[in-house]
């Protein structure tokens, strides 16, 4: 225990008067102290100076200075102002009271002495003084305290609030220099956050495992439960340890080292705690802060890296954005993907991503692991998790494997969607040893989720692009090796139609007029086919801008033959200065093509078909309107569907394939349009779209 050994009270005799010094001091005896003594006032003053006792017995009157001149220049000086002085005088007259009084005594005593009453006097004397000594340094404690709560209260300066401590606690015990320790949760050591002075106490970083086995002084606070340490350097100083506490716990402390021996006492010890105590809130408080302000940015971090990753369709897109985006999330140098196969138990290197600076080496693209078939897969459900923890190994033996790439450390992040493990991505650090904490494998498992869900996505679109690659070149040699068969058969028919001529009865008239309108049905339907085949493989990246009224105007023109031939009043109400949309030239000629053919198609020869078009809200609107055969209600449910045909009463005799309206459809949505229709039997029938206007518009 560092409790100081106290001197006994100092007390000084200032009287000319031999005898009766002699039988102060004896009178004082009984009690423990040590007596001072001095022949008139100005010996008074010099003993006073050299040995600064607690109290003072004063004659008021000597030869060479006089009690009361003594009195007043002790008063006077600083390291006199407050001392208790005895004034003990022969004169009882007021006047000599009042002096002494006025001369800064706190007491006084007329001869001849009573001694019971003296000793009482300089008893209570030296306690007044005391408390009044305890008060002063209770009210500089707390104002310390409340500086630091102050400063607790509204600032985040960890800094500030540190030196502020470190200066307090060097000022309170005289020690050389002060030391604060903190265990970093991210390095997982217990090292020094700051320091004032030069000391070795925790000159070099311990690691949090061996706290509790180290042989070092500062570790004790770890092991043992007490509210402080010291350590004996000599005789006159020691080292002084303090825990700093968080919830019950230590998780730092205050080092000081060379602390005078002699100041340190209970008091002070108790003052340090409490200074302990809030230095310990303070630098909480400041992680506290700093984590949460972290968070937020890893949350926003999170939230942008997720939108990156769904963004894309694009398989090794999202491959890399997920690499590179949990990289950056969890502040690594590193990552790496593997993709993995079921049915081998392996992982194949998919990609790396190394953030710029940094000298990590990955394996290759195409380096296989294979996974021990010890390690039950289903562990890996439960990651991420820290390689360094072990598992799962796999044949290999992946922790040596990365070690030789200098990967320090790894955390294994599975991607696995609806029970399926779909890959692993190992995060890398190359830096320094590192313990991925619990937030970021919770960040991790987030962006993991989602990056897992994304990589399906990405598949099946990938699996959809390749079928259809299959499909579209299926349909095209299916239609090219349809068509030369189709065209001979059309060729020999009309030289049958012709050699035979005359010679054919009325009966073989008909079969070969519907032979060849049966041909010329399929080579319509091949030319449908394959129009919807090439504008649906046809790629956004080459649109263009498209003067839109002008491409509705070429149609209209070239369908007007059309509805003559039928006897139809064609009405056209366009658009007279053009506007532009983005968009393809051809797909659009088409779209309006198969509306304004399928007005006059369904409408009765002399009816009429009205076409329309205007800009509206930054859209450019088309509508063609007929009064032909209409659709009943129940057949306009499948109308935009491939291959649907409405079979409205009277429009069996009208060819087609039912590709048509599924066309303008899709090719309209994929110009961020909207198509709409309205019908009804026997009255006629409206079809539109809108397209969205190019902002290159004027
Ligand atoms: P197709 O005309 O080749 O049959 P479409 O896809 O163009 O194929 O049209 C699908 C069906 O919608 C047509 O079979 C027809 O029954 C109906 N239809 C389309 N346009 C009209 C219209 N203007 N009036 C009446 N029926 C129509």
């Known amino acids: 225990m560092l409790q100081g050994h106290k001197p006994p009270p100092k007390i000084l005799i200032a009287d000319d008067d031999d005898v009766m010094r002699l039988m102060v001091k004896r009178m004082m005896e009984h009690d423990d102290y040590d007596i001072l003594e001095a022949t008139n006032g100005e010996e008074c003053l010099q003993i006073f100076y050299e040995q600064l006792p607690e109290v003072i017995l004063l004659d008021a009157m000597m030869p060479v200075m006089d009690g009361f001149t003594a009195c007043e220049r002790i008063q006077a000086s600083p390291e006199g102002k407050g001392t208790p002085i005895l004034m003990i005088t022969a004169l009882d007259d007021n ?354 989720a989602q990056a897992a869900v994304a990589l399906k996505h990405a598949t099946l679109y990938q699996n959809v692009k390749d079928l259809e690659q299959v499909k579209s070149e299926m349909i095209r040699m299916a239609s090219h090796d349809l068509r030369n068969p189709l065209t001979q058969i059309m060729g020999y028919l009309g030289l049958l139609e012709k050699t035979l001529g005359d010679r054919l009865s009325k009966q073989e008239v008909t079969f070969m007029e519907n032979a060849r309108r049966g041909t010329e049905r399929m080579d319509s339907l091949l030319t449908d086919i394959l129009n919807l085949e090439k504008i649906e493989s046809q790629r956004e990246a080459a649109w263009q801008d498209v003067q839109i009224v002008s491409i509705l105007g070429d149609v209209v023109d070239s369908l007007r033959a059309q509805a003559e031939f039928k006897s139809q009043a064609y009405v056209t109400t366009l658009l007279e200065e053009d506007v532009i949309v983005k968009g393809s030239e051809t797909q659009l000629k088409q779209a309006f093509t198969n509306f304004v053919g399928n007005a006059i198609k369904y409408t009765q020869e002399e009816g009429t078909v009205q076409i329309r078009s205007e800009i509206k809200d930054s859209r450019f609107y088309f509508e063609v309107e007929d009064n032909g055969y209409g659709i009943p209600e129940e057949r306009q449910e499948h109308l935009f569907e491939r291959f649907y045909r409405a079979h409205t009463p009277g429009t069996e005799h009208i060819e087609g394939t039912g590709l048509g309206l599924s066309l303008v459809k899709s090719v309209i949505e994929r110009h961020g349009g909207e198509v709409w229709f309205s019908s009804e039997v026997d009255k006629g029938s409206t079809f539109g779209f809108w397209l969205p206007l190019s902002k290159n518009n004027n």
Not at 122 to 133: A, G, P, W, Y
């Open 95 to 448: 006047d000599s009271v009042d002096r002494a009084f006025e001369a800064g005594a706190s007491d006084y005593l007329t001869k001849p002495i009573h001694w019971a009453v003296l000793r009482q006097r300089v008893r209570r004397l030296l306690k007044t003084k005391q408390l009044e000594h305890n008060l002063q340094q209770t009210i500089a404690q707390l104002d310390v305290l409340h500086r630091i709560d102050r400063e607790l209260g509204y600032t985040l300066n960890l800094e500030r609030i540190l030196d502020l401590a470190m200066d307090t606690a060097i000022r309170w015990t005289g020690a050389s220099a002060c030391v604060v320790g903190w265990i970093e949760d991210e390095l997982q050591q217990l090292k020094r956050l700051a320091n004032l002075g030069g000391t070795e106490l925790l000159a070099n970083p311990v690691p949090q495992d061996s706290l509790q086995y180290s042989k070092q002084f500062i570790a004790r606070i770890f092991q043992e439960d007490e509210q402080y340490y010291t350590k004996e350097l000599d005789a006159e100083t020691s080292q002084l340890i303090i825990p700093l506490i968080v919830q019950g716990k230590p998780v730092g402390l205050i080092g000081l080292d060379r602390v005078l021996t002699s100041i340190v006492n209970t008091e002070s010890i108790e003052f340090l705690i409490q200074l302990a105590s809030r230095t310990a809130a303070a630098i909480d408080k400041t992680r506290i802060y700093q984590e949460t302000e972290n968070q937020a940015v890893q949350l926003d971090q999170l939230y942008d890296i997720s939108a990156t990753i769904s963004s894309s369709l694009d398989l090794s897109e999202v491959v890399d954005s997920m690499t590179r985006g949990l990289t950056v999330l969890l502040n690594a140098s590193s990552a790496f993907f593997c993709e993995y196969d079921a049915q081998k138990k392996s992982l194949t290197v998919h990609n790396q991503f190394v953030i710029e600076g940094m000298k990590d080496s990955l394996p290759d693209k195409g380096i296989i692991f294979h996974l021990t078939d010890d390690i039950p897969i289903h562990y890996l459900f439960e990651g991420p998790f820290n390689l360094d923890f072990g598992i799962p190994y796999t044949k290999e033996n992946l922790q040596q494997s990365l070690a030789s790439y200098h990967v320090q450390s790894s955390l294994i992040v599975p991607l696995i969607d609806e029970g399926t493990l779909m890959g692993i991505t190992f995060v890398c650090e190359s830096r320094f040893e590192r313990h991925f904490l619990p937030n970021e494998i919770t960040l991790g498992r987030s962006l993991a």
